[in-house]
């Protein structure tokens, strides 16, 4: 499986960037994919995850309410919209894609990466 993220870029605060994650490969591998994020300096956490075949997700408490993740099958193309989005969301992306079928919140559990993308929130 590969996962290939996109979609980062520089944004002002209170603005708005849609991520990708257009996933190839062995894709019937992938039961859950999720975003993480790292930060200078700080370790790589969870932002949300999504069920590849249902409809659970999983927000970090820092997200609620501004993030929503997604997926369209038939693409195999994970997204993550960010809106209202502030200078503490800036940090590199990661999607990531996971065999098992909880909402896990360890990176450890996923086993499929992308190679991460940088999203820049400027005040």
């Known amino acids: 499986v590969q996962l290939q993220a996109s979609g980062g870029g520089l944004v002002q605060a209170g603005g708005s960037l849609r991520l990708s994650c257009a996933a190839s490969g062995r894709t019937s591998s992938i039961y859950v994919m999720g975003w993480f994020r790292q930060a200078p300096g700080k370790e790589r956490e969870i932002v949300a995850s999504?069920?590849?075949?249902?409809?659970?997700?999983y927000y970090a408490d820092s997200v609620k309410g501004r993030f929503t993740i997604s997926r369209d099958g038939a693409k195999n193309t994970g997204y993550l919209q960010m809106n209202s989005l502030k200078s503490e969301d800036t940090a590199v992306y990661y999607c990531?894609?996971?065999?098992?079928?909880?909402?896990?919140?360890?990176?450890?559990?996923?086993?499929?990466w992308g190679q991460g993308t940088q999203v820049t929130v400027s005040s």
């Open positions: 999504i069920a590849w075949r249902g409809s659970s997700t």
């Open positions: 990531a894609g996971r065999q098992g079928s909880a909402l896990s919140t360890a990176a450890v559990n996923y086993g499929y």
